[in-house]
C-alpha cells in the first residue's frame, strides 16, 4: 500500500508541475519505486509487530516454554528466529532445543526463518501458571499435535 501512496502523490506532484506528460508519469514512478524500496525495507528488517496479543492475565508464578525444533529437511541450514508476545527470544537450529518462561496466561509464539516474512508461522498459546508447555516445530510449521501442556504438581 505504501507504494501506491507514494505513487499517487507523485503524480499529483508531477502533474501539477508538468501539467500530463510524460514527465509526470515518469514522476508517478520514481515515487512508486520509492515506496517499493520503504517497504521492502521495513518487511526485511523484521520490524512487523502482532498488532494485537491475545487478552491475557498475569500468572501466579511463571510457567516454562520449551521450544523444540524438530529434525527436518526443511530449511536445515537455516536458524529459526523466535518471539514470544513480541518478544526476540532466541534462534534455533535443526534438532534444538530454547527454554524461556511466560508470566502471561494467553501467549503468542512467532517463528520465521531468515528475515522472510513469508516463512513466518504463528502458535496462540494458553500457559498454566507454574506449570510447562512443551512446543514442536519442523520444516517451519508448528506441530500442534505434538505441544503438550503439563501442569504443576
Known amino acids: 500500500m505504501l507504494w501506491i501512496g507514494l505513487e499517487a502523490i507523485g503524480a499529483t506532484i508531477g502533474v501539477l508541475a508538468?501539467?500530463?506528460?510524460?514527465?509526470?508519469?515518469?514522476?508517478?514512478?520514481?515515487?512508486?519505486?520509492l515506496g517499493g524500496v520503504i517497504s521492502m525495507a521495513l518487511s526485511v528488517r523484521g520490524l512487523r509487530k502482532v498488532a494485537s496479543l491475545p487478552p491475557s492475565v498475569k500468572l501466579a508464578s511463571p510457567c516454562t516454554v520449551q521450544l523444540y525444533r524438530d529434525d527436518s529437511d526443511v530449511e536445515r541450514s537455516q536458524s529459526r528466529y523466535f518471539s514470544l508476545n513480541n518478544d526476540y527470544i532466541?534462534?534455533?537450529?535443526?534438532?534444538?532445543?530454547?527454554?524461556?518462561a511466560t508470566s502471561r496466561s494467553q501467549n503468542l509464539l512467532t517463528s520465521r526463518s531468515g528475515y522472510?516474512?513469508?516463512?513466518?508461522?504463528?502458535?496462540?498459546?494458553?500457559?498454566?501458571?507454574?506449570?510447562?508447555?512443551?512446543?514442536?516445530i519442523?520444516?517451519?510449521v508448528f506441530a500442534e499435535d505434538k505441544t503438550k501442556v503439563v501442569e504443576p504438581d
Not at 532466541?90 to 524461556?100: P, R, S, W
Not at 496462540?124 to 510447562?132: D, L, N, Q, R, V
Open 18 to 33: 508538468f501539467g500530463i506528460s510524460v514527465a509526470a508519469y515518469i514522476i508517478a514512478l520514481l515515487f512508486g519505486a
Open 90 to 100: 532466541g534462534a534455533l537450529d535443526n534438532d534444538a532445543m530454547l527454554q524461556t
Open 116 to 136: 522472510e516474512a513469508s516463512n513466518e508461522a504463528s502458535l496462540a498459546f494458553e500457559a498454566p501458571s507454574g506449570g510447562t508447555v512443551e512446543i514442536h
Open 138 to 140: 519442523a520444516g517451519g
